[in-house]
């Protein structure tokens, strides 16, 4: 048996490791000791990069931008309502430019237009799904559809504003950019002139007697006709007040109507008060004789209306039938659809246009009778002259006159309140406006000056350590 060694060393030897190098520190605590030691220069780099950076910051030029959405009946086809083109270059349009700046207190003897209209840069909005089917189309061969954009990006560049002048400079534009939609709008036709010579004098030296109760009807009836229309599309107004506005004027009117229209006619038609009695007959008779070729027209019309109607409106099996397969098969569209789409395409306008036609020969009819009874009476009177006239005639048609341009005015003011609301439907902002430099707004700006800043002092402080340390090899 064998015995093992008591000189042998039980434990594994260890190796002495090797000793450090004193003195030595990891690199990077070397570079933060530098730094530490170069901080009041790195400091001075630094206010020195971000007060270069503030300046340049401060002299960019500054661009407001915000998206302007139209919505108005025809701008899918690029027309204001009026049938008026469309263009981007009405933004820029040299008097709604020289009225928002004065808006923002600009002297206008400081503005440059040819300058500050180069500097309003207009970007049509184009929907993603509108640009991949475009693309679609351009790999496919096809011709690429037609798209009027309704979205403006609106940017506007003016150097030397404050903030506050640069926000109010775009809501400027848009203000005055919506007042003239406001005038393109089809209601905007039905402004009213009270400036006509609708005074005595006027009257009676340029018509007959006879005619200014017809000259003040024909006022009426056009205001009434304008009214209704209103009163139907205030509804949607967001101040609900317009319509009952609306509804005042059209009270206001109906008074004045009955109380002076209806006497000043009365007191015309059965005192007999005309200049030339001849030439109102001849007048008359012609005109009888027009009505009735006009009423034979529009019998016509609502005749060929309602045979076209009776056409339209025939029963489904007729229908079911006409479209059936050659073999007797099953209908190739089915009838009640074909129903729905033949009613939903013509009967309501058809129907619209006969119930149209049907009030207009009844207004023919009624205009007819009227002056068929006045045939009647005219040769019953004789020709009056000016001092002939029934005292209070005078007083009479000036107070008609007078309380008619009074409604005429009413009706002005409320409907240009009615337009200012409808275009602030039609024309509104989407996005609000933003102030940016160079494509940054001002807080990322500054964020992306202090950061440059930090990096270009600290760049510096290490080309100078460099810079150092190669002078002393060389050296």
Not at 27 to 34: C, E, G, I, S
Not at 63 to 82: A, D
Not at 284 to 295: M, N, S
Not at 300 to 314: G, H, M, N, Q, Y
Request: hydrophobic residues 40%; charged residues 25%; positive net charge.
């Amino acid at each position: 048996m064998k015995e093992k060694s008591t000189l042998a060393r039980q434990d594994p030897v260890l190796y002495p490791e090797p000793r450090a190098i004193p003195g030595e520190v990891p690199q990077w605590a070397v570079m933060l000791r530098y730094f530490y030691r170069q901080r009041f220069r790195l400091l001075f780099y630094l206010l020195l990069f971000l007060g270069i950076g503030l300046v340049g910051f401060l002299l960019y030029p500054k661009t407001t931008e915000g998206l302007l959405t139209l919505t108005f009946p025809g701008i899918e086809k690029h027309e204001y309502p009026s049938g008026r083109q469309f263009s981007v270059e009405d933004f820029r349009n040299p008097q709604i430019l020289l009225s928002a700046l004065g808006d923002v207190g600009i002297p206008r003897e400081k503005i440059d237009l040819r300058k500050i209209a180069g500097k309003v840069y207009v970007t049509s909005i184009i929907p993603d799904e509108v640009l991949n089917r475009w693309k679609k189309q351009a790999r496919e061969g096809a011709i690429k559809e037609s798209y009027y954009p309704y979205e403006f990006k609106i940017a506007i560049e003016m150097p030397g504003v404050s903030d506050e002048q640069c926000i109010r400079s775009f809501d400027a534009l848009v203000r005055r950019y919506q007042e003239q939609v406001k005038y393109e709008q089809r209601t905007a036709l039905s402004f009213l002139s009270g400036g006509r010579a609708t005074s005595y004098h006027d009257l009676a030296q340029r018509y007959d007697y006879w005619d200014i109760p017809n000259i003040f009807e024909q006022i009426y009836s056009s205001m009434f006709r304008q009214l209704n229309t209103l009163i139907g599309e205030s509804v949607k107004a967001r101040d609900s007040r317009l319509q009952l506005k609306f509804r005042d004027l059209e009270r206001n009117l109906a008074i004045w109507y009955g109380s002076r229209l209806q006497s000043l006619t009365a007191v015309t038609i059965t005192g007999g008060l005309v200049k030339d009695k001849d030439l109102m007959i001849k007048r008359i008779q012609f005109q009888l004789d027009d009505l009735a070729i006009q009423i034979r027209q529009k019998t016509v019309e609502a005749a060929e209306a309602t045979r076209l109607l009776e056409k339209v409106d025939r029963p489904k099996t007729l229908l079911a039938g006409q479209l059936s397969s050659r073999e007797g098969g099953m209908p190739m569209i089915d009838a009640s659809a074909m129903d729905r789409l033949m009613k939903s395409d013509y009967v309501g306008p058809v129907v619209g246009r006969i119930s149209g036609l049907q009030q207009e020969i009844q207004g023919l009819e009624a205009t007819k009778a009227r002056l068929q009874s006045y045939l009647v009476l005219l040769p019953k009177f004789s020709n009056i002259k000016e001092e002939q006239l029934p005292s209070g005639y005078r007083e009479l048609v000036e107070t008609t006159s007078t309380e008619l341009h009074s409604v005429i005015g009413d009706y002005n003011k409320v409907l240009d309140e009615y337009l200012t609301d409808a275009v602030s439907s039609l024309v509104f902002v989407r996005q609000a406006p933003t102030i940016t430099r160079a494509g940054f707004s001002s807080g990322s700006a500054l964020l992306l000056i202090l950061a440059s800043s930090f990096f270009l002092a600290f760049a510096a402080i290490g080309v100078e350590h460099v810079f150092r340390i190669a002078r002393q090899q060389i050296n």
